[in-house]
Every structure is written in structure tokens, then in C-alpha cells.
């Protein structure tokens, strides 16, 4: 038996589908090699995890927790989506949507482009080798950069179902890339990494609300802002009343209940990968209770995890993820063939 899905759903899960039957169907020979030596490809994999320790103390913990060669690969993805995502964010000299259209062209080449800094090129290099030997499919990667190029332009989501979709393309979609690396039990697992990655990014959005707005966005719904009274010459006030509490716990509750909903997915996973991803998911839940514990202020403050908290957790996701968590009950629907 299976549950049916939402409206938003049925799009991602449509969505996450159709580049894991065109990887299916694609033929071995259509996939190359990164044609580079031993050693720069082994400094361009070390360049990733420095960037990754850098920038995500957390992911850079659960990605330690696998074995080393996908671990490397791992940090490689997470090091391009790092520059994919800085591209918008702190943008070199000149025009964003030309520099996210040469790194597009860059990242999506069969083999490395020669002019290229040195240290992108690293990056480039580890992540073509990675997604070349574990068969990520690169429709995710075109899906994910087409997400990060949404915030040059759209500032303001309507609703919730327009939300989820930006959450799907520059969250799940790293999900699912990163489920290519762990290794995972076939199509039924897909549902369960779009839910983990909404989760994840409604996180984000929820912890770097006034940060986002001193940027010029806005990703909660203005439907619900709307619905709990508030609009947006609130969020600039930055003021913590009842209201805005009240539109925090409601926001939390879904986050939590995605996070409920996908992390059972886990025991699809391979086992070598189970716990880096449980680490992932339930170090980035605790976020939550950070806002809640700082009276929803979120405007003065960036909520976090500290480092012994962090590792204060990992002995019960060890647990849950390895021993006696994470079983399905309720299986999500899946990719139809």
C-alpha cells in the first residue's frame, strides 16, 4: 500500500523521475572518464574537502562518517553547489547571469574546460570524476542550476507549491545526486530524498529569514504571511510578536513533519551511506529547536548547532540509523515506469 501525494509532490516526484529513467536507458559508452592524472586529481578532491570543511561544518561532519571514496566524491558535489551557489550570492566581477551561464557550460562539458581558474577548475575536475564513476545523472545537476538561477530574477514565492518546487531544484535534486554516491534500494527511495530536501531548505529559509530579506528576498509564502496577519513591512520591521510566532510554529510543524515523512527513506539507503544521511537530516532538524529556543527571533540572529551538540547527537543517529530506527510504515508513492 501506498499514500497518495499533494499537488506539489506529484510535480517533484515528476520531476525527480524523469532523469532516473533517462540514466537507465542511456548507454555505458555515452559516459567518459575524466582525463587527468593521479595527482591533480587527488589535489582537485582535496580542494572540495577544505571547501567543504570552510563552509558546512555540519555537512562536512556527516559526509565523514563514510567510507573515503565517497566520502571524497560527496564533498566533491557539495564543493559544486558551493561555487554554483556563490555565483548568485557573491558574484565575481561583472554580469551574474553570464557568469552562471560559463560555469553552467563549464560544469556540464564532457572533460574540463583548459581556461578556467585553478581553483574552480579543481572543483570541476573532482565533480566530473564523481558524477562520471557513480552514474549521477546530470539532468540533477542542469535541474539544480536552474534552481540557483531563480534567484537572480524571483524574489517574492506566491504560494507554498511554488516554494517546494524552488526547494526541490537547488535541495533534493543534491539529495538525490548524493543517493547516486551512497548507493540506494531502486525508485522507491526518490520520494523519500524530495521530502528530506524540502525539509532541509525550508530549514535554511526558516533560520536565514532576516538575512535573505537584507539580500532582497523573500522565500516565505505570501499567502501565509498574509493568513497569520504579517506581510512584508513586518518582516523588514523585524519585530517578534504573536503573530509572527504564531506563522513560526506553523512553518516548524511542516518542516518537522517533512523531516518525519522522509527520514524512514533512510533504510533504502545502502548501509555504508545510512548514517552520513541520517547525521545530515537530524543535525539540520535541530536547527529548529534553536529558533524555538530563541523565541523565533531569526532576524538578529542565525540559528546553529554547536559543534559538542553536534556530536552529542551522533551517538543516537548511530542508533537510530544502524540498529532499530528509520523502518517504513507507510511507504511514499513512487516512480511509475
Known sequence: MTFSTTCWENRLLTLACGPLKQERSALPEHKNRVNVDRDSLRRAYRHCAALTAQHSRTFFIASGLL?????????????????SDDLIDRPPAGNRVAALASWRAQVLADSPIDDLDPARASVIIAWADARVHYGIPLQYAEQLLDGIAQDIEKKRYDTFDQLAEYAYRVASTVGLMAMHITGFDGPAAVPYAIKLGVALQLTNILRDVGEDWRNGRLYLPLDELARFGLNEADVAAGHVDDRWRALMRFQIARARRLYAESLPGISLIHPAGRLAIAAAGELYRAILVDIERHDYDVFRRRAYVGHWGKLRRLPGIWGRALLWGYRITKPLEECHE
Open 67 to 83: 567510507p573515503p571514496e565517497k566520502r571524497r566524491a560527496v564533498r566533491a558535489l557539495y564543493a559544486f553547489c558551493r561555487v
